[in-house]
């Protein structure tokens, strides 16, 4: 099983990037799946995470009308569209099987092994 993040990159403050979760050994549609990311010295944090079922949304605040979580079930991938980034965005960004209910969090142990993104001023 494998989670492959990728799309990072170097952006400039207010441009805008695409994450990708792509999976080999899993079929992402029977998983929730969350993108967390982690600057270092801080804990990882939880940021969007999308329902296996009904396909429902979750974003923590800080990101909640700049970022899109999406899945292609046919493509085996969830996407994080990363829109209007900020300095403050910059980070390590994971994809993950997760819970997505009353808040969000790793669950099921499969993680992506993380892809920089680095937002410029």
């Known amino acids: 099983v494998q989670l492959q993040a990728s799309g990072g990159g170097l952006v400039q403050a207010g441009g805008s990037l695409r994450l990708s979760c792509a999976a080999s050994?899993?079929?992402?549609?029977?998983?929730?799946i969350g993108w967390f990311r982690q600057v270092p010295g801080k804990e990882r944090e939880g940021i969007s995470c999308i329902g296996k079922s009904d396909g429902s949304t979750y974003y923590v605040d800080s990101v909640k009308g700049r970022f899109t979580i999406s899945r292609d079930n046919a493509k085996n991938t969830v996407y994080l569209q990363m829109n209007t980034l900020t300095p403050e965005d910059t980070a390590v960004y994971y994809c993950?099987?997760?819970?997505?209910?009353?808040?969000?969090?790793?669950?099921?142990?499969?993680w992506g092994q993380g892809t920089q993104v680095t937002v410029s001023s």
């Open positions: 993950a099987t997760a819970f997505c209910a009353n808040g969000m969090g790793p669950r099921g142990g499969y």
């Open positions: 050994g899993i079929a992402l549609e029977y998983y929730n």
